[in-house]
């Protein structure tokens, strides 16, 4: 199985500050279709994920520009250029190239100081 | 709009069953892949296995084998995930996720199973 590896795990941020979460995977998520199947989700405090990036860096419907991904390969990072307190949460990174299974990473908290 | 609506939370005695449902509205049921994820505090998200809502094919994680079933009804547009021999650890949230080609575009609210003696 494809091991997803998050950092840090946990992110004290300043509101208005920027914010950097890293995910590197066991393996290449290059899948043999040319797509890499990378995804990342943010879990509010007592809500379901929800998607927030797909294939890298392509952000979702409704999804704040604050939000962007990027990476090739095996490291991955999701930024958000101005933290507001509505990002307070869990962030998670998912591969869907190597299937099965779906892998995720241990989340991180992302948090205000 | 897409919604998965799952049924409401549940208390088990170890070594019981329990079959949680979730109910697809807004698109072709057939469409689209259901899977399910569970949550828990210590192993984190996991994915427990898929089902095809069309020809009802299934495939389980090895971690669930013998344990899980995955089942659909097309008629009323829901998918069923029954887990058997329920230990305490199998306490957790259990989500029913739609697959979107390598990736999940729609969670369920999340189903609570608690296992407790």
């Known amino acids: 199985d494809v091991v997803m590896t998050q950092s840090p795990l946990s992110l004290p941020v300043t509101l208005g500050q920027p914010a950097s979460i890293s995910c590197r995977s066991s393996q290449s998520l290059v899948h043999s279709d040319g797509n890499t199947y990378m995804n990342w989700f943010q879990q509010r405090p007592g809500q379901s994920p929800r998607r927030l990036i797909y294939?890298?860096?392509n952000r979702d419907s409704g999804v704040p520009d604050r939000f962007s991904g990027s990476g090739s390969g095996t490291d991955f990072t999701l930024k958000i250029s101005r933290v507001e307190a509505e990002d307070v949460g869990v962030y998670y990174c998912m591969q869907g190239t190597h299937w099965p299974p779906w892998t995720f990473g241990q989340g991180t908290k992302v948090e205000i100081k | 709009q897409v919604q998965l609506v799952q049924s409401g939370a549940e208390v088990k005695k170890p070594g019981a069953s329990v079959k949680v449902s979730c109910k697809a509205s807004g698109y072709t049921f057939s469409d689209y892949y259901i899977h399910w994820v569970r949550q828990t505090p210590g192993q984190g998200l996991e994915w427990m296995g898929r089902?095809?809502?069309?020809?009802?094919?299934?495939d389980y994680a090895q971690s669930f084998q013998g344990r899980v079933t995955m089942t659909r009804d097309t008629s009323i547009s829901t998918v069923y995930m029954e887990l058997s021999r329920l230990r305490s650890d199998d306490t957790a949230l259990f989500y029913c996720?739609?697959?979107?080609?390598?990736?999940?575009?729609?969670w369920g609210q999340g189903t609570l199973v608690t296992v407790v003696s």
């Open positions: 996720v739609r697959d979107d080609f390598g990736t999940i575009d729609y």
């Open positions: 294939k890298i860096s």
């Open positions: 089902i095809n809502p069309d020809s009802g094919a299934t």
